[in-house]
C-alpha cells in the first residue's frame, strides 16, 4: 500500500500506469496500462500539412542541411572543427600506438592509405562539395597532427 502511494505520488498515474490489487499480484501490485480518451491518439498521414511519416522526414534532410549551411560563418565553423578533428584523431591514434610499441609499421602504413586516398577523391571531383571540402580539411589536420607528433619525437 504504501508503494502504490508513492507511485501514485512520483507521476507514473500520469502516464496511465495504475496499480491493481490482485492477490496473486505478491508485494507491488500488477500494473495494467489505462489510456484516458483523447490521449495517444494515432491518426493517418493527411495530405493537407498533416503528420509526416519517418520517409518523408528523412527525404527533406539533405535540402534542411544545404540551406543549414549556405551561410559562410556555418561552413567556416565546420571546416575549422573538421581540421581540429583531424588533429586530435593524428594524435590520438599517434601516442596509442607509440605506447604500446605495437604495430607501429601497421598504423604508419594505414595512415598514409588514408590520407592518399581521400587526396586522391578530393582531386578526382569535377565539382568539390561541402562534405568533400570537410573531409579534405579532416585530412589535412590529420596530416599536421602527424607531423607534430614526429617534431615532438624528434626534439
Given at each position: 500500500?504504501?508503494?502504490?502511494?508513492?507511485?501514485?505520488?512520483?507521476?507514473?498515474?500520469?502516464?496511465?500506469?495504475?496499480?491493481?490489487?490482485?492477490?496473486?499480484?505478491?508485494?507491488?501490485?500488477?500494473?495494467?496500462?489505462?489510456?484516458?480518451?483523447?490521449?495517444?491518439?494515432?491518426r493517418?498521414?493527411?495530405?493537407?500539412?498533416?503528420?509526416?511519416?519517418?520517409?518523408?522526414?528523412?527525404?527533406v534532410?539533405?535540402?534542411?542541411?544545404?540551406?543549414?549551411?549556405?551561410?559562410?560563418?556555418?561552413?567556416?565553423?565546420?571546416?575549422?572543427?573538421?581540421?581540429?578533428?583531424?588533429?586530435?584523431?593524428?594524435?590520438?591514434?599517434?601516442?596509442?600506438?607509440?605506447?604500446?610499441?605495437?604495430?607501429?609499421?601497421?598504423?604508419?602504413?594505414?595512415?598514409?592509405?588514408?590520407?592518399?586516398?581521400?587526396?586522391?577523391?578530393?582531386?578526382s571531383?569535377?565539382?568539390?562539395?561541402?562534405?568533400?571540402?570537410?573531409?579534405?580539411?579532416?585530412?589535412?589536420?590529420?596530416?599536421y597532427?602527424?607531423?607534430?607528433?614526429?617534431?615532438?619525437?624528434?626534439?
Amino acid at each position: 500500500m504504501i508503494h502504490a502511494a508513492s507511485l501514485s505520488s512520483s507521476g507514473l498515474c500520469t502516464f496511465g500506469l495504475r496499480p491493481q490489487a490482485t492477490g496473486s499480484s505478491g508485494k507491488f501490485g500488477d500494473f495494467s496500462i489505462q489510456s484516458s480518451p483523447g490521449r495517444f491518439r494515432v491518426r493517418a498521414v493527411q495530405e493537407n500539412g498533416g503528420p509526416r511519416r519517418l520517409v518523408d522526414i528523412i527525404r527533406v534532410v539533405p535540402e534542411l542541411s544545404r540551406n543549414y549551411f549556405q551561410s559562410p560563418s556555418r561552413r567556416a565553423l565546420f571546416g575549422g572543427i573538421s581540421l581540429l578533428g583531424g588533429f586530435y584523431v593524428a594524435q590520438t591514434i599517434s601516442l596509442s600506438f607509440g605506447a604500446l610499441g605495437v604495430n607501429d609499421v601497421i598504423a604508419a602504413v594505414l595512415c598514409v592509405l588514408l590520407t592518399e586516398y581521400v587526396t586522391k577523391f578530393y582531386y578526382s571531383r569535377p565539382k568539390i562539395t561541402f562534405p568533400v571540402a570537410l573531409l579534405n580539411n579532416f585530412k589535412m589536420g590529420f596530416t599536421y597532427g602527424l607531423f607534430i607528433d614526429a617534431f615532438k619525437l624528434a626534439s
